[in-house]
């Protein structure tokens, strides 16, 4: 069970094509985590048990204390990290751990997610965890909350591409002011669009004049009087898209310019590109100075 409560975005202002997992699809990729880990628990237990006998209590503590932390710690960590935010529980229903804005999960969160589960998950018995998931609308357990992460789900059905611009209103939609238009009126647009064929005229019809008028009253300028209410919604939703896409399309690297040089190196004239005026002839070079010092006029 998958919903979309509110869409993702991410800080350039794009909607993420992905979908929120909630309480009950991630309970039971815990329940076979948990599992696993328990019987990882119980083999380094019974390895414990067998070399206790021949070791020191020092020696065979430590040994308990890593058996431990590999179990609850360090498989959670080792299995995110290497597949990029998925467990074996994860996997099996497929789920994925990724940051707030879409990215990759790091180190850092999946090692504060392992150390809040000791808490939330082994020593409560999952009870915080469980209250948390359902009191927030990404389904965030605590520690998603504090390492700054979602779990999604990638075997979801997937958001459809915006709507084409409509050629009688490109011209209005490339003036369009879209500050006052948030996420999630575009959203709605766009979800209306893709499945208005599905729909029964009559709920159809009001529905679009609703969100007409909702994206209608955020944008500047009005559309034209006469602009179909489909092919409207349709303009301002491929409008903003085209500028979000722009919008992240930011240089890699900024580089001072220089100055060109004229003329440009190789530059050659064409023939016909006679100089403005003829060639001077050079200055008459001084008379030699006799032995004597003194040169008569001429």
Known sequence: MTVQPEPMVTGDAVVLDIQIAQLPVRAVAAVI????????????????????????EALAAATLIIFTVLAFVAYPVIFEVTTRGRSLGKMALGLRVVSD??????????LFRALASVIEIWLFAGGPAVICSLVSQKGKRIGDVFAGTIVISERAPKIGPPPPMPPQLAWWASSLQLSGLGAEQAERARQFLGRASQLEPVFRDRMARQIYADVVARISPPPPPDAPVPLVLAAVV???????????????????????????PGYQPP????????????????????????????
Request: net charge negative; glycine share 6%; hydrophobic share 40%.
């Open 271 to 298: 023939p016909s590109m006679a100089p403005p005026y003829p060639p001077q002839a050079p200055p008459p070079a001084p008379p030699a100075a006799s032995s004597g010092g003194f040169a008569p006029p001429e």
């Open 238 to 264: 491929a409008e903003r898209h085209r500028r979000e896409l722009a919008r992240r399309a930011v240089p890699t690297a900024f580089t001072t310019p220089q100055p060109p040089t004229y003329p440009p």
């Open 101 to 110: 804005d879409g990215g990759p999960e790091r180190f850092r969160q999946a």
């Open 33 to 56: 985590d948990v599992t696993v880990m328990f019987v990882i628990y119980v083999l380094g237990f019974i390895l414990w048990a067998i070399m206790v006998s021949d070791v020191d």
